[in-house]
């Protein structure tokens, strides 16, 4: 689904970021250009990262740590 519609960010685009270490708006922001044009799209989008890295940090603590 499209989140920001001005740059054509999705919701896989900003969890694929999340999962490639993006962690603040600001970070969004620079990788995706997501809000950076008429704004409307900043709280969903903010939501969609905060459950992203919500959801990759859940997921590393299930993995095995390296002997």
């Known amino acids: 689904?499209?989140?920001?519609?001005?740059?054509?960010?999705?919701?896989?685009a900003i969890r694929r970021a999340a999962a490639e270490g993006v962690e603040s708006f600001a970070q969004?922001?620079?990788r995706?250009?997501?809000s950076?044009?008429?704004?409307?799209?900043?709280?969903?989008?903010r939501?969609?990262?905060r459950d992203a890295v919500e959801?990759?940090?859940s997921v590393l603590t299930f993995l095995p740590s390296p002997a």
């Open 32 to 34: 995706t250009g997501c």
């Open 28 to 30: 969004l922001q620079a």
């Open 55 to 57: 959801q990759t940090r």
């Open 1 to 12: 689904m499209y989140i920001c519609m001005c740059n054509a960010v999705t919701d896989h």
């Open 36 to 45: 950076d044009c008429c704004g409307a799209c900043e709280p969903e989008a």
């Open 47 to 49: 939501q969609c990262l």
